[in-house]
Each structure stands twice: as C-alpha cells, then as structure tokens.
C-alpha cells in the first residue's frame, strides 16, 4: 500500500499573497509599464466619475492577471473609454 496524504512540508505553507485571515491579497495598482501607465491615463481623466475610474483601473489589473500584460488592442479599448462622447 502506498501512503497518498500530503505529508510534504511544501504542502502545508501558505501561498505569499494572502492575508493572516487566509483571504488572498488583491492587487489595487497594475504591475506591468503598459498597465501603469494606462491606470495614470484614467486617473488623470477629469471627466469620469470615481466610480468610473476604480472599474477602469481593476478591468486594467484584472486584463493583467489573466493574460500577463496589456496588448495593443486592450490599450486602445480603454482609451476609447476615456473620450468625451461626441454627441
């Protein structure tokens, strides 16, 4: 019979980004040059509401954690965001 329990100390240590509670640490900044610099663009945007500004910056840092940096495409997607509408 083989002993399949985790008995590994490897096992049994807690992942970096989590919190003395056990809930996992979320990013609140990009961490990428593209991100950062797309997140002051948004914060400098003087026509958005808060609200507006905080879903900008976490799609920009959510974009980042699934696929590991802002492309070309995403950047002008936002951008597009940005702009007064011209109505």
């Not at 329990?5 to 961490?31: D, I, L, M």
Request: charged letters at 30%; a positive charge; proline letters at 7%.
């Amino acid at each position: 019979m083989r002993d399949v329990t985790k008995t590994k100390p490897s096992h049994h240590q807690r992942p970096a980004a989590t919190t003395r509670t056990g809930a996992p640490v979320a990013p609140t900044w990009p961490s990428t040059a593209e991100g950062m610099k797309l997140a002051e663009e948004v914060k400098a945007c003087s026509g958005l509401s808060v609200e507006t500004r905080a879903r900008l910056t976490r799609e920009i840092i959510d974009y980042e954690a699934s696929k590991g940096q802002c492309t070309q495409t995403f950047s002008r997607k936002l951008r597009k965001q940005l702009r007064p509408n011209a109505h």
